[in-house]
């Protein structure tokens, strides 16, 4: 399966969904699952892309590991959103270091987020909080073993928020460095896993700020400064 999460970590997420749904406190609607290229799978080395989260949907029944599966892979293999600012930004990252389009090397990138139960209405910032704070345990663990796959890869994080995730998977903030730089991007590279963590704004507001190219100028750099060429 073109993915680095297993039917276990789902089974967490699925539990935290219909704990959700039968409380009836807050409501959540589908449970997101990363997608990674056949390359990407081989060998461990190429980008991983993480979003906050994909948008609210209405709820339905409860969902399963391959739908979901499938649904995040029909969206790569035929993106439909592909003009927006967060798919130009891996469009740009994967012309620099992968040397061609993102369409054309999907067999090297994946795409994961850090909130995976999504909420009912609208984008993460109008979620409930309770909604983060219920599912950002088993989160911790799906981005930790979705990342414990990789080697030499560069890790691009697209949220200033880390809702308490981030720091917890990979390293606490103090490690990461914050370098002042156009783009405002934080960066830790491990050298056990030869994995460089990027951390930036999400590319949408890059756009509203006017400073998109300089993030991409940024992230390119620290690629090529602290990882083996691709």
């Known amino acids: 399966m073109p993915t680095f ?3 276990p970590t789902f089974a967490i997420l699925t539990d935290v969904r219909r704990q959700l749904v039968a ?3 807050v409501a959540a609607s589908y449970i997101f699952v990363p997608w990674a ?13 993480v979003g906050i989260a994909t948008n609210a ?3 339905g029944g409860e969902p399963s590991f391959e739908a979901g599966l499938r649904s995040t892979e029909n969206f790569c293999r035929h993106p439909t959103l592909g003009n927006t600012p967060f798919w130009r930004f891996l469009d740009r990252l994967s012309r620099a270091i992968l040397n061609d389009t993102y369409s054309r090397t999907q067999q090297r990138w994946g795409w994961s987020n850090l909130l995976k139960v999504a909420g009912t209405f609208g984008p993460p910032d109008h979620w409930p909080v309770a909604l983060i704070d219920r599912q950002r345990a088993a989160c911790i663990v799906a ?3 979705e990342i414990a796959r990789l080697r030499d890869s560069l890790i691009v994080i697209t949220s200033r928020n880390e809702y308490g995730i981030l720091y917890d998977t990979v390293a606490e903030e103090a490690r990461w460095d914050k370098k002042p730089r156009k783009s405002k991007t934080h960066v830790l590279h491990d050298p056990v896993t030869g994995n460089t963590f990027v951390r930036c704004y999400h590319p949408n507001y890059m756009v509203q700020k006017a400073f998109f190219e300089a993030a991409v100028t940024d992230v390119v750099q620290l690629a090529r400064e602290t990882l083996p060429p691709f």
């Open 57 to 59: 949907e209405d709820a």
């Open 5 to 7: 999460m297993t039917h």
């Open 23 to 25: 409380e009836g406190d």
């Open 37 to 49: 290229g056949e390359q990407l799978m081989a060998t461990e080395r190429g980008i991983y892309y």
């Open 143 to 145: 981005l930790q073993e």
